[in-house]
């Protein structure tokens, strides 16, 4: 099932958290960014995952499908089934962290590379309150939905389950049967990695 980038935008989207938070509203990304010149200069490694890695699974290594959702940052309930049958990318991630900013504008190219393939994006915020996420979303032109997860952590749980969740950022790319087929630990560089993988998906009959 193919859902609009916009419905779905509409139906989805620590005291250090706190400081995360008053740091991410507000900030104007043609200025330099103290978060991300903090991870560039390894100040954030004890924090975030900055070394870069990928792992694709084969099909037939893959767990099962996983069964996630939860509330957007816009209030909206989403759920897994709502996606299933369509290749995704999920994304874990916060407002303060270095890599996630440094690589949101790579993200947001690749889902608008693939919307036309019927790709999903979701995110899953681990640790902050929805205006936190809004704030983050209008300074680097996020569009697509992220899950509120830092309360509940019902999102993140359901993948750990099936697949090591390390520090953000943690990206993974979802089969069309709902399985985690390749994990991208630390910032994507580029588009290339991410969209040779959702590729790779794509191919794959459900």
């Given at each position: 099932?193919?859902?609009?980038?916009?419905?779905?935008r509409?139906?989805?989207?620590?005291?250090?958290?706190?400081?995360?938070?008053t740091?991410?509203?507000?900030?104007?990304?043609?200025?330099?960014?103290?978060m991300v010149?903090?991870?560039?200069?390894?100040?954030q490694?004890?924090?975030?995952?900055?070394?870069f890695?990928?792992?694709?699974?084969?099909?037939?290594?893959?767990?099962?499908?996983?069964?996630?959702g939860?509330?957007?940052?816009?209030?909206?309930?989403?759920?897994?089934?709502?996606?299933?049958?369509?290749?995704?990318?999920?994304?874990?991630?916060?407002?303060g962290?270095g890599?996630?900013?440094?690589?949101?504008k790579?993200?947001?190219?690749?889902?608008?590379?693939?919307?036309?393939?019927?790709?999903?994006?979701?995110?899953?915020?681990?640790?902050?309150?929805?205006?936190?996420?809004?704030?983050?979303?209008?300074?680097?032109?996020?569009?697509?939905?992220?899950?509120?997860?830092?309360?509940?952590?019902d999102?993140?749980?359901?993948?750990?389950?099936?697949?090591?969740?390390?520090?953000?950022?943690?990206?993974?790319?979802?089969?069309?049967?709902?399985?985690?087929?390749?994990?991208?630990?630390?910032?994507?560089?580029?588009?290339?990695?991410?969209?040779?993988?959702?590729?790779?998906?794509?191919?794959?009959?459900?």
């Open positions: 099932m193919s859902v609009p980038a916009r419905s779905l509409g139906a989805w989207r620590i005291g250090a958290a706190a400081l995360a938070a740091l991410a509203i507000g900030l104007s990304a043609c200025a330099p960014d103290p010149e903090a991870y560039k200069n390894g100040d490694k004890a924090y975030t995952a900055a070394d890695r990928v792992d694709s699974i084969p099909a037939g290594d893959r767990a099962e499908p996983v069964d996630f939860g509330t957007t940052e816009d209030g909206e309930k989403f759920s897994s089934d709502d996606i299933r049958g369509e290749v995704a990318v999920v994304n874990f991630w916060y407002a962290c890599p996630c900013r440094a690589e949101a790579d993200l947001e190219a690749t889902w608008q590379k693939h919307q036309a393939d019927g790709v999903q994006f979701i995110g899953v915020n681990i640790y902050d309150q929805a205006d936190t996420a809004k704030s983050f979303a209008k300074t680097y032109g996020i569009t697509y939905p992220s899950l509120m997860d830092a309360t509940s952590g999102a993140k749980l359901a993948f750990a389950r099936v697949t090591p969740i390390q520090a953000p950022p943690t990206t993974l790319v979802i089969d069309r049967k709902g399985r985690v087929a390749a994990r991208i630990i630390g910032p994507i560089d580029g588009t290339s990695i991410l969209s040779t993988l959702i590729k790779d998906a794509l191919k794959e009959k459900a």
